[in-house]
């Protein structure tokens, strides 16, 4: 008897937990949520009481709630949607009070507000009477770190502003803030600077491209170049007025637009458009197939500076979130090592390795970037001291060990996006005073499959590695999930490789390790999953 009393205890404690699971399916889940009983419930309209300050938010969630939910908010002193201005909460922060009557929203800005109201959108529940119920709670809420991103690769492959902002709107609702958008590399230039046209005349397209696919044999994963090519013209590009219409778009849902312009390596596009900007001038083609290319910028040259300092002019103008992504990784040094150029510029500068020689350039860009009200970031290559990629790729690990053995010294305002390497170099960046945003490859990139990189791995990635101390773990800003474009030439291949696991890194980057739970959060999905087929959002499954 004893034993059926427990068993009947226990599933009735699930039960509950599971029910409790069904009714505030929130993703990402609150940092504070008192469950309270009851509902709150409203048919096609809802009025809304709302500060001036808010007003773009009303415009933003109006039309959301219009077409989503085909529910008017009507504006008016005595709603039963009230909105009130709490300057005591930091600028992501939200306090949400749903009761029988009426649901309270505190915020100090516009982007609290916008927060509170995704959280009600992923409460309401549809009834069988036609009218939406939200369940009764009180939450507190914030993000834990600043910085949660997501990343698109399109040099790779075009994909077009309609698919963006499809991408914004879900980024939206999961109270994600920065939108990293990749958009130059060697098999493409997708962004129009009118001072150089041929970027885009001629280095945004490229005759025919090789597929390329991830395989696992040997017990390792291995990028390969398949057989395949897909042999019709492949291309694209924003225009400047196509880029403001995008960066409103994201502005209005909070999100912040970070590009990323590659150099001095990833460059092949811009130097197919302008042979004056490789050392040695030869006409080359934009790249058919993926891979690290051998061309870098060459950097001895006042003339590149030039061009480099006009083109983020432009980008400057277009982009006003006041950080610019440089890339920085992968740079091969073969096209600087018989360049006289190059050597003419080690002896000038004291330089004493091609690591150096790269330092030397970044810090220059940097200082530009910087005179000009803007931020620099990179990957971590931009230290000089990281992971031997040069090695991987040549097989020649004590030439590459030597290049990498960098004297110079980054300029410090930059923020160090790390991707790769021991978290030793993590720890190195922070003990010497940068900023860094944690995008660790095996845990963070989207092109890697589901069977490599599944849901709930992305959910327990932490972007503090272990060992790290209180006081060093307030400059990781947060996290990056990137989708690079290699094999994502078709908007549903952006979709299958992003959904589900975007959903887990931004409960990632926004709730307390102590308030996660991996089984509340798959339970969360369900619903997620129900609203991405409403959409025609297409998933992969774990």
Not at 313 to 334: S, T, W
Request: charged fraction near 25%; aromatic fraction near 12%.
């Amino acid at each position: 008897m004893l034993k059926v009393i427990f068993l009947f205890v226990c599933f009735l404690i699930l039960s509950n937990h599971t029910q409790s699971q069904n009714r505030y399916p929130i993703i990402p889940y609150p940092n504070k949520l008192v469950e309270v009983e009851g509902e709150f419930e409203f048919k096609t309209n809802l009025t809304i009481d709302i500060p001036d300050a808010f007003k773009i938010e009303m415009e933003t969630v109006g039309s959301i709630f219009k077409e989503e939910y085909f529910t008017n908010l009507i504006q008016s002193k005595s709603g039963n949607l009230v909105v009130r201005q709490n300057s005591a909460l930091g600028k992501e922060a939200y306090k949400l009070t749903v009761t029988k009557d009426k649901i309270l929203i505190e915020a100090s800005s516009g982007t609290g507000c916008f927060y509170a109201i995704q959280t009600i959108r992923q409460l309401m529940k549809l009834t069988g009477k036609g009218s939406y119920q939200v369940p009764n709670c009180q939450i507190e809420d914030q993000p834990t770190f600043p910085w949660r991103a997501y990343m698109l690769d399109e040099a790779r492959n075009f994909q077009g502003k309609e698919v963006v902002k499809k991408l914004l709107d879900q980024m939206g609702l999961l109270k994600m803030n920065i939108f990293h958008w990749h958009l130059t590399d060697d098999q493409g230039w997708r962004i129009e600077i009118k001072k150089y046209p041929l970027l885009t005349e001629v280095g945004a397209w490229r005759d025919s491209t090789q597929s390329r696919k991830l395989l696992f044999s040997d017990e390792k994963w291995r990028w390969v170049n398949d057989k395949k090519w897909d042999s019709s013209a492949k291309g694209g590009y924003y225009t400047q007025e196509d880029i403001r219409e995008v960066v409103a778009y994201a502005a209005k849902r909070h999100i912040v637009i970070v590009p990323e312009i590659e150099m001095p390596g990833h460059a092949m596009a811009a130097i197919t458009a302008y042979p004056w900007l490789l050392s040695s001038g030869e006409q080359i083609k934009v790249p058919t197939t993926f891979g690290i290319k051998d061309y870098a910028y060459n950097v001895a040259n006042p003339k590149v500076y030039g061009f480099l300092e006009d083109v983020l002019k432009e980008v400057m103008q277009l982009f006003p979130g006041k950080i610019i992504h440089i890339g920085g990784d992968e740079v091969k040094y073969n096209s600087w090592k018989d360049s006289p150029y190059i050597k003419s510029l080690m002896e000038r500068e004291g330089l004493k390795t091609y690591a150096d020689v790269q330092i030397y350039f970044t810090n220059r860009i940097s200082a530009f970037i910087e005179k000009s009200g803007f931020r620099m970031m990179g990957w971590n290559e931009i230290m000089g001291n990281v992971h031997v990629v040069q090695n991987e790729l040549s097989n020649n690990k004590s030439a590459g060990k030597n290049e990498q053995d960098a004297k110079s010294k980054l300029a410090h305002g930059s923020i160090i996006h790390f991707w790769k390497g021991d978290s030793l170099l993590l720890v190195d960046a922070l003990n010497k005073g940068y900023d860094v945003v944690n995008s660790k490859s095996v845990y963070t990139y989207l092109d890697y499959p589901i069977g490599r990189t599944s849901i709930s791995k992305a959910y327990h990635f932490s972007p503090i590695p272990q060992g790290v101390d209180r006081e060093q773990a307030i400059h990781i800003l947060g996290l990056g999930c990137q989708m690079w474009g290699e094999v994502t030439p078709k908007a549903v291949d952006v979709f299958q490789y992003t959904f589900p696991r975007i959903v887990a890194y931004a409960e990632v980057g926004w709730t307390n390790e102590q308030n996660k739970n991996f089984d509340r959060f798959t339970g969360a999905l369900v619903k997620m999953k129900k609203y991405w087929d409403k959409e025609g959002i297409y998933y992969l499954e774990d």
